[in-house]
């Protein structure tokens, strides 16, 4: 099936650095989802974005939903080791209900 | 406030057993996703239920797959006459008609088709 495409693919970092992803598609979507999972865990829901230009903040995590539409951005700001894990983007286009998930971007923070 | 439960977590099944998954949404959303996902992979979209209608089937739902929300509140998902290909994680998650369409999933089922 259809997956968007995430980068990096994975990141290995010191604690207290910043933290920056991407999430592209071919075609334009009305929302974006950013959720984080842990291993053997079912995906969190971290930001949803639903206007293009749209820059949204919850605690260090900052989103962007790109104006193209067609993109969508992830940062997170003096990591923590409890921000391991894989982070996937995921949009909703046109008037689908179904979520299309990207590739994930795997995230090791270091002491 | 309790979240999206799914059970059981972890399934082992020898090819060409039946294996059913149950799951029960957060109380007030009335609508109900599955998805799949294999290792390395993100989830990947199965179907999707308002209130007790199914309204989309993804291609992946071959026949051997089937699911079902009776009475508009838990799911169960069928898996007939399981393959190897079939071992995933099975995840569920739900939403509220109107609410943004934030969905949350479950913990999700480990099945391993042996």
């Known amino acids: 099936g259809q997956q968007l495409n995430q980068s990096p693919q994975s990141m290995f970092i010191q604690e207290g650095e910043d933290v920056s992803m991407n999430c592209t598609s071919s075609s334009i979507f009305n929302t974006w989802l950013w959720y984080k999972q842990d291993p053997g865990e079912g995906p969190v829901l971290l930001i949803a974005l639903y206007k293009a230009g749209e820059l949204t903040s919850n605690g260090r995590l900052t989103a962007q939903f790109g104006i193209t539409r067609k993109d969508s951005f992830l940062n997170i700001s003096a990591s923590i080791p409890s921000d391991v894990g894989i982070y996937f983007c995921?949009?909703?286009?046109?008037?689908?209900?179904?979520?299309?998930f990207g590739t994930g971007t795997r995230l090791q923070v270091f002491p | 406030d309790t979240g999206v439960s799914q059970d059981p977590r972890h399934k082992i099944t020898k090819r060409g057993q039946n294996v059913t998954f149950r799951c029960d949404p957060i109380s007030e959303h009335n609508r109900l996703y599955w998805y799949r996902q294999t290792l390395g992979q993100g989830p990947e979209f199965l179907t999707y239920f308002q209130n007790e209608a199914q309204l989309e089937k993804s291609r992946l739902l071959s026949d051997r797959f089937s699911a079902e929300r009776p009475k508009g509140s838990f799911s169960t998902l069928e898996i007939q006459r399981t393959e190897q290909g079939d071992s995933a994680m099975y995840l569920c998650?739900?939403?509220?008609?109107?609410?943004?369409?934030?969905?949350?999933f479950g913990p999700g089922t480990r099945l391993t088709v042996t």
């Open positions: 995921a949009g909703r286009a046109g008037f689908a209900d179904k979520l299309i």
């Open positions: 998650a739900s939403s509220l008609l109107g609410g943004w369409y934030e969905q949350y």
